[in-house]
């Protein structure tokens, strides 16, 4: 079946710092997405990217759906501890319907 | 607005017991969808709803995993007999549309099942 590479699996970092992760698949998407999930929560929606080469952002995050349709980045500047949680990327492969989950990435930041 | 709402938060039972969850989706939501998310690993796919009728159930185990959408509205999950692999949080989702393109998902805060 499909499956998406995501990296790092966990991040350990400082207060204001800038975090990268990234997602990368064997299959074209049509749609990438980015979720962050609380303990205890279900996953929220942060970003959603429908073109290759798309450059979107939202706040301090900023996602890009890499040009081969095959990737994407989410970056994360001047981190602050509510950042902390697990950020995943999903993506829509063409003609279906179908969310593909990454294994997300853990982000911990130090005040 | 209220957002999706799963119940019980929490369940846990012995393997080869029967359990069944419930979600009611975002009211005027046509699309549903369960999740399985295994710890460490992201939500897995189960089955979709579009209104009453499955769009995919193509990774739900049918041997032991039944769902059912009969209003269109809220839906019930069930496993039975559980297995000790069942152990995970089961997340509902729903989103508005029904057409192909991509409709932002809003998911529930899960049930989680311990299986002993």
């Known amino acids: 079946g499909q499956q998406l590479n995501q990296s790092p699996q966990s991040m350990f970092i400082q207060e204001g710092e800038d975090v990268s992760m990234n997602c990368t698949s064997s299959?074209?998407?049509?749609?990438w997405l980015w979720y962050k999930q609380d303990p205890g929560e279900g996953p929220v929606l942060l970003i959603a990217?429908?073109?290759?080469?798309e450059l979107t952002s939202n706040g301090r995050l900023t996602a890009q759906f890499g040009i081969t349709r095959k990737d994407s980045f989410l970056n994360i500047s001047a981190s602050i501890p509510s950042d902390v949680g697990i950020y995943f990327c999903?993506?829509?492969?063409?003609?279906?319907?179908?969310?593909?989950f990454g294994a997300g990435t853990r982000l911990f930041v130090k005040a | 607005e209220a957002g999706v709402a799963q119940s019980p938060r929490y369940k846990i039972i012995e393997k080869r017991q029967s359990v069944a969850f419930w979600c009611n989706p975002i009211?005027?939501?046509?699309?549903l969808y369960w999740y399985q998310q295994i710890l460490g690993q992201g939500p897995k796919l189960l089955i979709q709803?579009?209104?009453?009728?499955?769009?995919?159930d193509s990774q739900l185990p049918k041997d032991r995993f039944s769902a059912e959408r009969l209003k269109g509205v809220d839906s019930t999950l069930k496993i039975q007999p559980a297995k000790l692999e069942d152990s995970a949080v089961y997340l509902c989702?729903?989103?508005?549309?029904?057409?192909?393109?991509?409709?932002?998902?809003?998911f529930g805060p899960g049930t989680r099942l311990t299986v002993l």
């Open positions: 989702a729903s989103s508005p549309g029904t057409s192909g393109y991509y409709n932002e998902q809003f």
């Open positions: 299959s074209i998407f049509n749609t």
């Open positions: 990217l429908y073109k290759a080469g």
């Open positions: 999903a993506g829509l492969y063409t003609g279906g319907f179908k969310t593909i």
């Open positions: 009211s005027g939501h046509a699309t």
């Open positions: 709803f579009q209104n009453n009728g499955v769009v995919d």
